[in-house]
């Protein structure tokens, strides 16, 4: 019987060494081929980067020129899409975990959201065409591909918030109710500064998410051209995804423009780790001023 039990032991570990290490090789291919992706782009579109390229216009049918139009437009509709996104899915939250709770309303909602989670963005986009720019009158438009955005990220927002306020610990919010506070009261000032820093990790999800978006946008807002920029909310703006898929599949010399291309791809790369990193920063400063404070 020692013997018996001594082998499974010795079984038992190797088994585990071996789901280890099958682990460790799946994170090493993750991590090996996004490294690939983006020694890639620097190489290819490292020479294409100048001050002229990012700070210009694009010109002569696009194979000259920059990009400063399709930063600006991205920028503009992932920042704008998290202002709409991003108070809208905390309030859900807010509802789904502290009023809702385990309701059958609440296990439909969760479900629902985690459905829109696995829908292709292809199909928030044609949404947004026929809604926000057909039924809506808003034609293409900045406010239209901000829209479409925000509802592709809440469930995102949704779901992070929610799994934010359920790591707030119970008694924070049984001290403030034995104190006199109200449910709102606690909420506001106990629950929602505790869980802020976890909800800015769905904020940046989604505003990563909303920055690479091509099919989202292209029957929304991104235009391939508009010499007059953004006039205002209801214009049509130029966005870095669309304007690299128009490169690449409908440009007037696709091989003039190949190194734009690639330029246009690390910038875009570049410009979601920047906003990532920002988000970060902001998330860990108030992780470590204490989300109770005020």
């Given at each position: 019987?020692?013997?018996?039990?001594?082998?499974?032991?010795?079984?038992?570990?190797?088994?585990?060494?071996?789901?280890?290490?099958?682990?460790?090789?799946?994170?090493?291919?993750?991590?090996?081929?996004?490294?690939?992706?983006?020694?890639f782009l620097f190489w290819r579109g490292l020479p294409a980067i100048?001050?002229?390229?990012?700070?210009?216009?694009?010109?002569?049918?696009?194979?000259?020129?920059?990009?400063?139009?399709?930063?600006?437009?991205?920028?503009?509709?992932?920042?704008?899409?998290?202002?709409?996104?991003?108070?809208?899915?905390?309030?859900?939250?807010?509802?789904?975990?502290?009023?809702?709770?385990?309701?059958?309303?609440?296990?439909?909602?969760?479900?629902?959201?985690?459905?829109?989670?696995?829908?292709?963005?292809?199909?928030?986009?044609?949404?947004?065409?026929?809604?926000?720019?057909?039924?809506?009158?808003?034609?293409?438009?900045?406010?239209?591909?901000?829209?479409?955005?925000?509802?592709?990220?809440?469930?995102?927002?949704?779901?992070?918030?929610?799994?934010?306020?359920?790591?707030?610990?119970?008694?924070?919010?049984?001290?403030?109710?034995?104190?006199?506070?109200?449910?709102?009261?606690?909420?506001?000032?106990?629950?929602?500064p505790a869980a802020l820093p976890g909800m800015l990790t769905g904020?940046?999800?989604?505003?990563?998410?909303?920055?690479?978006?091509?099919?989202?946008?292209?029957?929304?807002?991104?235009v391939f051209f508009t010499p007059s920029g953004v006039s205002s909310?209801?214009?049509?703006?130029?966005?870095?995804?669309?304007?690299?898929?128009?490169?690449?599949?409908?440009?007037?010399?696709?091989?003039?423009?190949?190194?734009?291309?690639?330029?246009?791809?690390?910038?875009?790369?570049?410009?979601?780790?920047?906003?990532?990193?920002?988000?970060?920063?902001?998330?860990?400063?108030?992780?470590?001023?204490?989300?109770?404070?005020?």
């Open positions: 019987m020692p013997r018996m039990s001594g082998e499974r032991v010795r079984l038992r570990t190797l088994r585990g060494v071996f789901i280890i290490g099958l682990l460790r090789l799946a994170a090493g291919i993750n991590v090996a081929a996004l490294l690939g992706v983006c020694l100048s001050w002229e390229f990012l700070l210009e216009g694009p010109r002569n049918s696009m194979t000259e020129g920059g990009i400063w139009p399709c930063i600006v437009g991205t920028l503009l509709l992932a920042f704008s899409s998290l202002l709409l996104s991003f108070p809208l899915g905390v309030a859900s939250a807010v509802y789904l975990h502290e009023y809702a709770g385990a309701s059958p309303l609440a296990r439909y909602i969760r479900l629902g959201v985690n459905n829109l989670a696995g829908v292709p963005s292809i199909v928030f986009g044609l949404f947004g065409m026929s809604f926000f720019v057909i039924t809506c009158g808003l034609g293409l438009s900045l406010l239209s591909g901000a829209l479409t955005l925000a509802v592709l990220t809440l469930p995102v927002i949704i779901s992070t918030a929610e799994e934010a306020l359920r790591q707030v610990p119970r008694a924070f919010r049984e001290a403030s109710l034995a104190l006199g506070a109200t449910q709102s009261q606690t909420i506001a000032r106990v629950a929602l904020a940046i999800l989604g505003l990563a998410r909303a920055s690479g978006e091509t099919a989202a946008i292209m029957f929304t807002a991104a909310i209801f214009s049509p703006v130029m966005a870095l995804p669309n304007h690299i898929y128009v490169l690449s599949t409908a440009g007037v010399d696709m091989e003039k423009t190949l190194p734009l291309q690639y330029g246009a791809a690390l910038s875009l790369l570049l410009l979601a780790l920047g906003m990532n990193l920002a988000a970060i920063i902001l998330r860990d400063r108030l992780q470590r001023g204490g989300g109770l404070r005020g």
